[in-house]
């Protein structure tokens, strides 16, 4: 599914600082019922976001209007569990399009590259930092420049970069999607499927 | 070039690659189930894509389904839907379909090897982290997102970095009561969650060799809870055994061609390893989970660790999940209560499950306090478990079997556990809701399992064996 180009991205920041937040959790799996991509970003964190009988929890990080914007930062191993596309889709829906972490799980940092969700993967001590000037100040703004591969905390200036190969940086920044490549080659994939012992 | 069991079959996959990127990675068989293939088919539409390959495509329906009454309509409509589009999209696009009430019906990652579809030295995806479960058979499997389910249905390739390789050994002799859930909660125990994530692990050493195919398939299975894409065991005559003349394995000339292929599927002697580790099997006792992700195990008869050594970040998650699930440090894990027994899934659902479950029930009663659901992995492991007497014994002693499904392990279905409740689970995730929103799960093997649902508190098997 093609996805918004991806360049230069600036916003305040929600901060969400517990380690190994599964995707059961971004998206619980009574909540994998549909057989359309829409209307996920309504049950993101949904039982951390909503009581039994669907109140807001006030304490969750969501409910709380001082927090927003465009960049979720996550503790670390973010996304970790099932691989299920739908928490992807659920933070995208949401609003969300970069997701910070010190350290992502494997699939679910895949399944974002293949949305147009930007997992930025920082250092221990950067996202310690970023944490740390999101409560000093709502308001701060994160700089992504996927150009440079560099994320800057704007009130500070402090900026680290980050690693994204260069096939998916190319692919993000124009919104193409895997199958678009695939397709292109589709003449060798046949011919290798024909060697194939099984 | 040495090169180990993950790289011959890795990169005798790679149509092309692609400098400073991924790998354009071939897929010879690709499983699909209701909940994550939907929304791919949906694009093939609106790209106007066909399947390239039906007869590698496999659809089971699994995840959904209830475990009672299987006959009748599926009462949640969402669900009705979910399975009813699966059936819709494998007739139309020409794929085998083993929906709810045919006799192959099971969970994917179960169906798959008792049918003969898995093999060795096979490249092997599913949108389902457990697809990792195939690996036993020297398979390279993993879990997919729908983006890529999407890829492989159009064109039979994803496109994957290489990832790094790991070795786990664990060698020497495994004590009484110990079982293969025990060793896979074990090393996680000591990695972590996220302890193999970027690598592709193969088990080796004494233990996986001993093990069951079975057993090699529960260890392969959980290879996702230390983060790994997938895990991998070497195969052996064992795998061969298990395979031959199975429903879809080759047959005749075309089994012989495969052996010869499969023969060569080791790790050369001097091939490297990014990381290697090894544990001693005799440091492995019945294992069980105190807290909310896998990763946080111990030893049935050890006490629930302190979180003084714990950092800041870590420590907050540490008590805000040992809040959850109502439990402190230091207690032990014996004589806590249980309310629910769940004995089933991709994990623990195989014959071989119920076997070890039997091994203690029989002759026993179950604890009033408990609600056990018993779901086998597939309507073939049902009529096994009645073949060989074991549904005798196990109505006998109060207990019933269900219908195949995913059921209780993420709880889709009507199998849920209560919030609050605890659920000793021989599943794989004990994630905050996973069984049920506020439910608590205990993860174990068949053998715990068993022990708590007859005495209705934690108990360590090896007391009742």
Redesign the interface.
């Given at each position: 599914m093609a996805y918004d180009k991806f360049n230069t991205l600036t916003s305040t920041a929600v901060p969400l600082p517990l380690e190994n937040v599964d995707t059961d959790q971004i998206i619980p799996a009574r909540f994998l019922k549909a057989t359309e991509r829409k209307g996920f970003g309504d049950n993101l964190f949904r039982d951390w976001r909503y009581n039994g009988d669907d109140t807001p929890k006030e304490s969750f990080i969501l409910n709380n209007s001082v927090y927003g914007g465009k960049i979720l930062v996550g503790g670390r191993n973010f996304g970790s569990g099932s691989s299920r596309e739908h928490a992807a889709w659920a933070i995208y829906d949401y609003g969300f399009r970069c997701v910070v972490s010190s350290f992502f799980a494997d699939i679910f940092r895949n399944n974002c590259l293949n949305i147009g969700v930007l997992p930025v993967q920082v250092s221990a001590e950067f996202s310690e930092q970023i944490f740390n000037a999101i409560y000093d100040d709502p308001n701060t703004e994160l700089k992504i420049s996927l150009e440079d591969q560099s994320i800057t905390i704007l009130s500070t200036g402090a900026t680290e970069s980050f690693e994204i190969n260069s096939y998916k940086k190319e692919n993000m920044s124009n919104g193409f999607d895997d199958i678009d490549y695939l397709q292109n080659i589709k003449g060798d994939i046949e011919t290798f499927a024909k060697g194939r012992l099984f | 070039m040495s090169k180990t069991l993950f790289d011959k079959v890795w990169d005798s996959h790679v149509?092309?690659s692609?400098?400073?990127?991924?790998d354009?990675f071939?897929i010879?068989r690709h499983f699909i189930h209701e909940?994550?293939s939907?929304?791919a088919f949906?694009?093939l539409k609106?790209?106007g894509?066909s399947v390239?390959?039906p007869e590698r495509t496999f659809a089971t329906a699994d995840?959904?389904t209830p475990t009672i009454n299987q006959h009748l309509p599926v009462e949640?409509p969402?669900?009705a839907?979910?399975l009813k589009?699966l059936e819709e999209n494998s007739k139309l696009h020409g794929i085998s379909h083993w929906g709810l009430g045919h006799e192959k019906n099971g969970i994917v990652h179960v169906v798959g090897p008792e049918n003969g579809i898995t093999?060795p030295g096979?490249t092997i995806v599913c949108?389902?982290?457990h697809t990792s479960t195939h690996g036993a058979f020297g398979a390279i499997a993993f879990?997919?997102?729908?983006?890529?389910v999407?890829?492989v249905l159009?064109?039979?390739?994803?496109?994957?970095?290489k990832?790094k390789k790991m070795r786990i050994n664990v060698n020497g002799q495994l004590g009484k009561g110990v079982t293969p859930k025990d060793v896979a909660l074990y090393i996680i125990s000591k990695l972590?969650?996220?302890g193999a994530?970027?690598y592709f692990v193969e088990y080796a050493g004494d233990v996986f060799e001993n093990m069951t195919m079975e057993g090699r398939m529960t260890v392969c299975n959980l290879s996702?809870e230390m983060?790994a894409?997938g895990g991998m065991i070497a195969p052996d005559e064992k795998t061969y055994t298990y395979l031959k003349g199975r429903s879809q394995t080759?047959k005749g000339d075309?089994w012989d061609?495969?052996m010869v292929?499969w023969k060569t599927l080791k790790t050369d002697a001097d091939a490297q390893f990014d990381k290697e580790l090894n544990f001693d099997a005799s440091d492995i006792e019945p294992m069980i989970t105190y807290g909310t992700?896998p990763?946080m195990g111990i030893g049935i008869s050890k006490s629930i660790p302190l979180s003084e050594a714990l950092g800041g970040?870590?420590k907050?998650?540490y008590k805000?999940s040992l809040d959850y699930m109502g439990y402190h440090e230091n207690e032990p894990m014996i004589g806590k209560k249980v309310d629910f027994v769940f004995v089933g899934s991709c994990t623990n659902g195989r014959i071989e499950d119920f076997r070890d479950f039997v091994s203690i029930i029989e002759g026993k009663q179950k604890a009033d306090n408990v609600t056990a659901w018993l779901v086998p992995g597939s309507h073939v492991v049902e009529a096994q478990i009645k073949e060989e007497g074991l549904l005798d014994i196990i109505t006998e002693a109060g207990f019933v079997l269900r219908q195949p499904g995913c059921s209780a392990c993420?709880?889709?279905n009507d199998d849920k556990v209560p919030?609050g409740k605890y659920a000793v689970s021989t599943s794989n995730?004990n994630?905050?809701?996973?069984q049920g929103?506020?439910s608590r799960t205990l993860l174990a093997s068949p053998l715990v399992a068993a022990a708590a649902a007859v005495t209705g508190v934690v108990t360590d098997p090896r007391s009742l064996l």
């Amino acid at each position: 599914m093609a996805y918004d180009k991806f360049n230069t991205l600036t916003s305040t920041a929600v901060p969400l600082p517990l380690e190994n937040v599964d995707t059961d959790q971004i998206i619980p799996a009574r909540f994998l019922k549909a057989t359309e991509r829409k209307g996920f970003g309504d049950n993101l964190f949904r039982d951390w976001r909503y009581n039994g009988d669907d109140t807001p929890k006030e304490s969750f990080i969501l409910n709380n209007s001082v927090y927003g914007g465009k960049i979720l930062v996550g503790g670390r191993n973010f996304g970790s569990g099932s691989s299920r596309e739908h928490a992807a889709w659920a933070i995208y829906d949401y609003g969300f399009r970069c997701v910070v972490s010190s350290f992502f799980a494997d699939i679910f940092r895949n399944n974002c590259l293949n949305i147009g969700v930007l997992p930025v993967q920082v250092s221990a001590e950067f996202s310690e930092q970023i944490f740390n000037a999101i409560y000093d100040d709502p308001n701060t703004e994160l700089k992504i420049s996927l150009e440079d591969q560099s994320i800057t905390i704007l009130s500070t200036g402090a900026t680290e970069s980050f690693e994204i190969n260069s096939y998916k940086k190319e692919n993000m920044s124009n919104g193409f999607d895997d199958i678009d490549y695939l397709q292109n080659i589709k003449g060798d994939i046949e011919t290798f499927a024909k060697g194939r012992l099984f | 070039m040495s090169k180990t069991l993950f790289d011959k079959v890795w990169d005798s996959h790679v149509v092309r690659s692609i400098e400073g990127g991924p790998d354009v990675f071939f897929i010879d068989r690709h499983f699909i189930h209701e909940v994550t293939s939907p929304v791919a088919f949906l694009g093939l539409k609106n790209r106007g894509l066909s399947v390239m390959s039906p007869e590698r495509t496999f659809a089971t329906a699994d995840h959904n389904t209830p475990t009672i009454n299987q006959h009748l309509p599926v009462e949640d409509p969402l669900s009705a839907n979910q399975l009813k589009t699966l059936e819709e999209n494998s007739k139309l696009h020409g794929i085998s379909h083993w929906g709810l009430g045919h006799e192959k019906n099971g969970i994917v990652h179960v169906v798959g090897p008792e049918n003969g579809i898995t093999l060795p030295g096979a490249t092997i995806v599913c949108g389902d982290s457990h697809t990792s479960t195939h690996g036993a058979f020297g398979a390279i499997a993993f879990g997919i997102g729908t983006s890529e389910v999407e890829m492989v249905l159009s064109t039979q390739c994803i496109m994957q970095p290489k990832p790094k390789k790991m070795r786990i050994n664990v060698n020497g002799q495994l004590g009484k009561g110990v079982t293969p859930k025990d060793v896979a909660l074990y090393i996680i125990s000591k990695l972590t969650t996220a302890g193999a994530t970027g690598y592709f692990v193969e088990y080796a050493g004494d233990v996986f060799e001993n093990m069951t195919m079975e057993g090699r398939m529960t260890v392969c299975n959980l290879s996702i809870e230390m983060g790994a894409r997938g895990g991998m065991i070497a195969p052996d005559e064992k795998t061969y055994t298990y395979l031959k003349g199975r429903s879809q394995t080759p047959k005749g000339d075309a089994w012989d061609a495969a052996m010869v292929y499969w023969k060569t599927l080791k790790t050369d002697a001097d091939a490297q390893f990014d990381k290697e580790l090894n544990f001693d099997a005799s440091d492995i006792e019945p294992m069980i989970t105190y807290g909310t992700n896998p990763g946080m195990g111990i030893g049935i008869s050890k006490s629930i660790p302190l979180s003084e050594a714990l950092g800041g970040g870590e420590k907050t998650t540490y008590k805000k999940s040992l809040d959850y699930m109502g439990y402190h440090e230091n207690e032990p894990m014996i004589g806590k209560k249980v309310d629910f027994v769940f004995v089933g899934s991709c994990t623990n659902g195989r014959i071989e499950d119920f076997r070890d479950f039997v091994s203690i029930i029989e002759g026993k009663q179950k604890a009033d306090n408990v609600t056990a659901w018993l779901v086998p992995g597939s309507h073939v492991v049902e009529a096994q478990i009645k073949e060989e007497g074991l549904l005798d014994i196990i109505t006998e002693a109060g207990f019933v079997l269900r219908q195949p499904g995913c059921s209780a392990c993420l709880a889709m279905n009507d199998d849920k556990v209560p919030a609050g409740k605890y659920a000793v689970s021989t599943s794989n995730r004990n994630f905050e809701g996973r069984q049920g929103p506020g439910s608590r799960t205990l993860l174990a093997s068949p053998l715990v399992a068993a022990a708590a649902a007859v005495t209705g508190v934690v108990t360590d098997p090896r007391s009742l064996l």
